[in-house]
């Protein structure tokens, strides 16, 4: 049974950090990429970041390169986002994800597995 648990989302003002968390679970850990995605009400959903866990290759979305880090840590299975200097407008429902294939980064409506979300409220 492949599960993806996020957590670690919650309200902070703008200039804070948040560390969000994906546990993974049901699948190969190491044969995956493990995306962040967020969506805010109105706004499609957008790739903020992703990890290939055998290999440590990452990429991040020009809105959040500089201020977010993603880390793996394949011991325990699960994807860490560090995210720093947090503005209003990251705020959104922060989705964790996994696929074998970097363009879903692109086109997240063929991400194989989902998690469900938690919410990230960056107030001014």
């Known amino acids: 049974d492949v599960q993806l648990q996020a957590s670690g989302g919650g309200l902070v003002q703008a200039g804070g950090s948040l560390r969000l968390s994906c546990q993974a679970s049901?699948?190969?850990?190491?044969?995956?990429?493990i995306f962040w995605f967020r969506q805010a009400p109105g706004k499609e959903r957008e790739g903020v970041s992703c990890?290939?866990?055998?290999?440590?290759?990452?990429i991040y979305a020009a809105s959040v390169k500089g201020r977010f880090t993603i880390s793996s840590d394949t011991a325990k299975n699960t994807v860490y986002l560090q995210m720093n200097s947090l503005k209003p407008e990251d705020s959104a429902v922060y989705y964790c994800a996994a696929d074998t294939d970097p363009l879903a980064f692109k086109y997240s409506d063929y991400v194989r597995y989902w998690g469900q979300g938690t919410e990230v409220t960056v107030s001014s």
């Open positions: 990890i290939s866990s055998d290999d440590g290759n990452t």
């Open positions: 049901g699948f190969s850990f190491d044969d995956y990429i």
